[in-house]
């Protein structure tokens, strides 16, 4: 997987990509009794390692993955003017169970792309697989059925946003708005990933980690960073020249690309098939 990516095409594709197989999944529901198999009958090779996130709205933002607030000077209400920290935007309850058997919804979401779903099951493991060499150990997917979500900033938790957006900032310095200010002029379209869900800060972090890579610049040691970054301590990347860390961004603009979105990553990657 090349690292060079064109952002525009993340201005004009969609979030609703069209079931490339209507009523497989249906079908074999109908067929099968059990789910598990029924999922399998569509074609899907079963992964010990899959999972799938029952849902549990969020009782903080109610399921929308945004909160409200009152304006600067405490006088008007504005509806969804933070996004919620405590779903991280996916707008379901950050706890909510992941087991091997999926429910309807999933067998029907997902029997219906069964090479979309192949397709970015690999971005994702490729992410996974780059995010390891930063430091987030991660050994299942999992996957949720809902409506886009604005999740970029909130994908992984800290240190690994220091690690993967910080840092590479910190090392352009003054030079840094000029390397993203191109980025952020790309305007979404319609149903797009920039339109809908607001990743263009992931674009951007994703031409930073380029521009490094480039300079032949280094993984800092926690050492040469200032205090508020030893969290950092112990990264394996540590003293590593870009050249030999693959950019993590990659891999996740090439899932948003196929109308899917990743909810967060922790020990387990949640993936997101967008079905209305």
């Not at 969609?14 to 497989?24: L, N």
């Not at 899907?44 to 899959?50: F, G, K, N, S």
């Not at 030893?230 to 090439?254: C, I, M, S, V």
């Amino acid at each position: 997987m090349t690292d060079e990516f064109d952002y525009t095409t993340l201005a004009t594709c969609t979030m609703w990509p069209e079931p490339t197989d209507p009523g497989r999944g249906a079908a074999a529901l109908a067929e099968h009794g059990d789910r598990a198999a029924a999922l399998a009958a569509t074609g899907l090779t079963p992964d010990p390692r899959r999972g799938f996130v029952h849902r549990v709205v969020c009782g903080t933002c109610k399921g929308a993955g945004t909160v409200g607030a009152y304006s600067g000077d405490l006088t008007e209400w504005e509806d969804n003017a933070y996004t919620c920290g405590h779903c991280h935007c996916s707008g379901d309850e950050p706890d909510s169970p992941v087991d091997d058997v999926p429910d309807e919804a999933h067998v029907i979401a997902l029997g219906d792309r069964v090479d979309a779903v192949t397709e970015v099951e690999g971005f994702a493991w490729e992410l996974v697989d780059r995010l390891g060499a930063l430091g987030c150990a991660v050994t299942r997917l999992a996957w949720q059925v809902g409506r886009p979500r604005n999740t970029g900033w909130y994908l992984v938790p800290y240190p690994v946003t220091a690690a993967t957006s910080t840092v590479p900032s910190r090392l352009l310095g003054k030079d840094d708005f000029e390397v993203v200010k191109p980025v952020y002029a790309i305007k979404g379209e319609g149903d797009s990933p920039l339109s809908m869900t607001g990743h263009g800060g992931n674009l951007a972090q994703h031409a930073r980690w380029q521009e490094v890579t480039r300079r032949g610049l280094r993984y800092p040691d926690a050492d040469e960073l200032p205090k508020i970054y030893k969290t950092l301590a112990g990264n394996p990347a540590a003293g590593k020249p870009f050249t030999e860390l693959r950019n993590p961004y990659t891999p996740l603009l090439h899932i948003w690309r196929a109308g899917f979105g990743v909810d967060y990553i922790d020990d387990t990657i949640k993936l997101r098939v967008h079905a209305k």
